[in-house]
């Protein structure tokens, strides 16, 4: 009984600045790693950056230097905050996550998934 629910996209021009937002509702006992992904049309879905609930960061080379990954563990919600956006990052963005939740008596995790932002940038 948890889902991630994601905000934050839109449509900007060429240059500009978005910030994506995804917290995990329902009940669980705590959320490991955290990321991103995305998919244009026609393209498969790719990485954009990862995190982990210690801070640790990797990005994707396409968005190294333009975005940026973090995370609020007391709001359990990861943030993307996309600088100097460029028409080749219009996509859907979904945000993952490892949710750590009780399974008959054991603490177990699975993966979920966000609904998915469109994100569209005008050139």
């Known amino acids: 009984q948890v889902q991630l629910v994601e905000s934050g996209g839109g449509l900007v021009q060429a240059g500009g600045s978005l910030r994506l937002s995804c917290q995990a509702s329902?009940?669980?006992?705590?959320?490991?790693?955290m990321g991103w992904y995305r998919q244009a049309p026609g393209k498969q879905r790719e990485l954009v950056a990862t995190?982990?609930?210690?801070?640790?960061?990797n990005y994707a080379d396409a968005t190294k230097g333009r975005f940026t990954i973090s995370r609020d563990n007391a709001k359990n919600t990861v943030y993307l905050q996309m600088n100097n956006l460029k028409p080749e990052d219009t996509a859907v963005y979904y945000c993952?996550?490892?949710?750590?939740?009780?399974?008959?008596?054991?603490?177990?995790?699975?993966?979920?998934w966000g609904q998915g932002t469109q994100v569209t940038v005008s050139s």
């Open positions: 993952n996550g490892a949710i750590k939740v009780m399974r008959i008596d054991i603490i177990d995790e699975m993966h979920i």
């Open positions: 329902g009940q669980f006992f705590g959320v490991n790693d």
């Open positions: 995190i982990s609930r210690h801070m640790a960061t």
